[in-house]
Nanobody, 123 residues
Framework: QLVESGGGLVQPGGSLRLSCTVS????????VGWFRQAPGKAREGVAY?????????GYADSVKGRFFMSRDTAKNMVYLQMNSLNAEDTAVYYC?????????????????WGQGTQVTVSS
């Protein structure tokens, strides 16, 4: 099971750190991705980390240089540090786990999904 936390309301230019907590299995050999879905839009990939990697292997162009994904295998958690947030980042953010470990931005890569956490960027 994957559970996201850390969402909330933040002002433009602010920061949030999302966490994805995994129970019942070890993330060590799984790939993990962060996705988001804004109102009225399709879900899109944000960042992903492949099996064996502690930091992200890829970011969406829209978040490069602002968002940073990392994995803490000791805690079995994955994080998404989001900086310089703007209104376009408002969305429900999901973490997802890929049993094959060779993750990409494709939703089809992922086997398990969390319920999502809302991030709202507004003044």
């Amino acid at each position: 099971q994957l559970v996201e936390s850390g969402g909330g309301l933040v002002q433009p230019g602010g920061s949030l750190r999302l966490s994805c907590t995994v129970s019942e299995f070890s993330l060590d050999y799984w790939g993990v991705g962060w996705f988001r879905q804004a109102p009225g839009k399709a879900r899109e990939g944000v960042a992903y980390v492949r099996s064996g990697s502690a930091t992200a292997n890829g970011y969406a162009d829209s978040v490069k240089g602002r968002f940073f994904m990392s994995r803490d295998t000791a805690k079995n958690m994955v994080y998404l540090q989001m900086n310089s947030l703007n209104a376009e980042d408002t969305a429900v953010y999901y973490c997802a786990a890929d049993a094959q470990g060779w993750s990409t931005m494709r939703e089809d890569d992922y086997d398990l999904w969390g319920q999502g956490t809302q991030v709202t960027v507004s003044s």
